[in-house]
């Protein structure tokens, strides 16, 4: 008789919690809505219109923050800025979500690169040969990006010597 009032209360906790995860979605149950603004973000991305495709992709993960792909895009759009540690960012949210998402550790690669972390980007390069087993259309873009190497303005940054800026303004004459 001691026991049951606990017997009742962890039964009646047990049934609490399992009966949360009939409430919620699969995740591969994206909002229709979300899947809407990211299609009109990458519209807008391809463009040439990146802040507007920002905004959109933000709304899209507003709406439903699972949307991996909307991730990937918003990386691509932070890419297209030259923002590459902003791009990693979000592949990495999008990573969080997919650990295998070959697009997502595509691009974080392609980042990796942008900012002059070429070795990070040949561990995702391994990774992604691991997960295709024969060859893919994924590993095959990373390794072209790898061989083409980070911009010039990064490796001169990495060899610590510093590139004058560009003045604007035209040189006085005299």
Known sequence: ?????????????????????????PDDQINPRSLA???????ARRAGNLVAANDYLETALA???RNRAAFVALGRVAQAQELPGKAIRFYREALALEPN??????AQGEA????????RAKANLARIRTLCKAEC???T?????????????????????MVAP?????????
């Open 1 to 25: 008789m001691r026991l049951s009032p606990i017997a009742l209360v962890i039964s009646l906790a047990f049934a609490t919690v399992s009966s949360v995860g009939y409430g919620q979605k």
């Open 37 to 43: 603004l990211m299609q009109q973000g990458e519209a």
């Open 63 to 65: 709406v439903d923050p």
């Open 101 to 106: 998402d070959l697009a997502a550790l595509t």
């Open 112 to 119: 990796l690169v942008q900012k002059g972390a070429v070795d």
């Open 137 to 139: 259309g994924q590993a």
């Open 141 to 161: 873009e990373l390794a072209a990006a790898i061989a083409k190497g980070p911009p010039p303005a990064v490796v001169t940054a990495q060899a610590g010597t």
């Open 166 to 174: 560009k003045s604007q303004e035209p040189a006085a004459k005299q």
